[in-house]
């Protein structure tokens, strides 16, 4: 078994008087995709901003030995902990090539090359307003932004989220490309069957609690699993 690149114990969010995530405690192991599954309001996107830094939480998070629980979001950046928000949020009247530059922060823009090279399609509309792009392509481009910012562990908030299947799997085939090279991933992802289909572990969410954990596989094979999230 790989080492732990993140372990998360006990964490909390709160907005307000309501906690969306109670005592949440799992682990990310350095090479491996990671999913976390469940219905809307389960509390996954919440736990990827606690890890991110983008909202107050209580806990413990720890990424590769070092405590980051509380630190700013861009130090958590720097430390190697980059993630593909939900929605994407590219800055759509800037060109594709300007987004993927913030991704670089400040580095040799000569290392466009590699996102272009996985995204031949990014090159292509190098010059357009980003805002211009299909859902799709502008997924690629959130992923590619991220991978540029050299992330030693990449989450990935519900990248499949208003997609067509053909782009879903368009997506997917990209993150298992990644997965081959190395790439360690937590992914939040209501398509269950395509998110369990990648994970090495993965982990149900209901309440804001984790409620069943297991690999990828003995997940897609319980019933109780099938039958709540994959229509079965």
Wanted: charged share 25%; glycine share 12%.
């Amino acid at each position: 078994m790989s080492p732990a690149l993140l372990e998360v114990e006990d964490l909390r969010v709160r907005y307000g008087a309501v906690e969306a995530v109670h005592g949440v405690s799992f682990a990310v192991h350095a090479g491996e995709a990671t999913a976390l599954i469940g219905a809307n309001g389960a509390g996954k996107s919440s736990t990827l901003a606690a890890i991110s830094g983008l909202v107050p939480a209580s806990g413990r998070i720890r990424f590769d030995g070092r405590d980051i629980a509380g630190a700013p979001p861009h130090a958590i950046v720097r430390a190697g902990v980059v993630q593909v928000p939900e929605g994407r949020e590219i800055l759509a009247q800037m060109t594709v090539e300007e987004n993927l530059l913030m991704g670089l922060r400040g580095r040799d823009r000569s290392e466009l090359g590699s996102a272009y090279e996985r995204f031949p399609i990014l090159r292509e509309r190098r010059t357009l307003p980003a805002g211009t792009l299909s859902g799709g392509e502008q997924q690629m481009l959130a992923i590619a932004r991220a991978l540029l910012a050299k992330p030693r562990l990449l989450l990935l908030d519900e990248p499949s989220l208003g997609l067509a299947p053909l782009i879903v799997k368009r997506v997917f085939d990209t993150l298992a490309d990644l997965k081959r090279q190395g790439v360690t991933m937590l992914l939040v992802e209501q398509n269950a069957l395509r998110a369990l289909g990648l994970a090495d572990r993965a982990f149900v969410m209901e309440l804001g609690r984790i409620v069943m954990r297991g690999t990828g596989q003995e997940l897609l094979r319980d019933e109780g699993v099938a039958r709540t999230y994959l229509g079965a």
